[in-house]
């Protein structure tokens, strides 16, 4: 029954002691529920990190170098596919193909839980629907990168000494590239984090992203303030670590 001011003031005082305050619909503390659900969310988002990075980078790379052939045509169809099919649809039409379609089949998986412990099969579906578009920008964003760096002098003249093939890609252009791949590296692991959301909610994933949609169709702010704060102190953390990145990364790079 205060102005909002002070309720603003209250309410960071008791961030600044750890209290985020209880949850109006579950009589909860919030933070005792976010810890519940970020491990959840946390693994999730790993599996889809490691999905989207490990399709995404390669596929980048082999656009580059076969720039012009079929294989570059097929990974800028992928691209284009990743960007344009919305990942809620995606979702879909894998529980559609792989739970219903092909559930008396070896390649049936689980669609609706998370299980116990930690069983891979129930992170297929969920990982690739999380990790589809983000595979398809680390493929454009690789292949550009790339382009640039084959086409510069010092390739050339690599190239020119004699350089093995795939030590001119992988030791000398690869790493010249990676600049970029690793700023989207990095933000897209906390966009996953902080954008599991439809993920989710269409695979019934007890995480944060569910837990801020039933509190947003609950009206509960406590639950909503609790999970922006830890987004935003995340997105702040990364981008402290990626300055530390650049560095290691690029020796040319001196921070003061």
Not at 1 to 23: F, I, N, T
Not at 95 to 120: C, N, Q, W, Y
């Amino acid at each position: 029954d205060k102005p909002v001011p002070v309720q603003y003031v209250l309410w960071l005082g008791g961030v600044l002691r750890g209290d985020l305050c209880e949850s109006l619909t579950a009589q909860r503390p919030v933070r005792q529920m976010l810890l519940e659900r970020f491990p959840n969310t946390l693994r999730l988002a790993s599996v889809a990190w490691l999905f989207g990075t490990a399709v995404g980078v390669p596929l980048g790379v082999l656009s580059a170098v076969k720039r012009g052939t079929a294989w570059d045509y097929l990974g800028r169809g992928f691209a284009l596919l990743g960007q344009t099919l919305p990942t809620f649809w995606v979702g879909i039409m894998a529980i559609l193909l792989f739970a219903v379609r092909l559930k008396d089949t070896p390649v049936h998986l689980p669609s609706g839980t998370m299980g116990e412990g930690f069983a891979i099969r129930n992170y297929i579906l969920p990982g690739i629907a999380l990790g589809w578009l983000p595979a398809a920008a680390y493929m454009r964003l690789t292949r550009t990168s790339m382009l640039e760096v084959l086409d510069s002098e010092f390739i050339k003249l690599a190239r020119a000494k004699g350089v093995a093939g795939w030590k001119v890609v992988w030791k000398h252009a690869f790493r010249n590239s990676l600049l970029a791949p690793i700023t989207f590296s990095a933000l897209l692991f906390v966009g996953f984090i902080t954008g599991t959301v439809v993920t989710e909610t269409i695979f019934s994933w007890p995480g944060v992203g569910r837990l801020a949609a039933e509190a947003v169709f609950g009206n509960d702010f406590p639950i909503l303030a609790g999970a922006m704060l830890v987004f935003v102190v995340l997105y702040v953390f990364v981008t402290l670590l990626l300055d530390v990145l650049y560095a290691a990364v690029d020796p040319r790079i001196r921070h003061g």
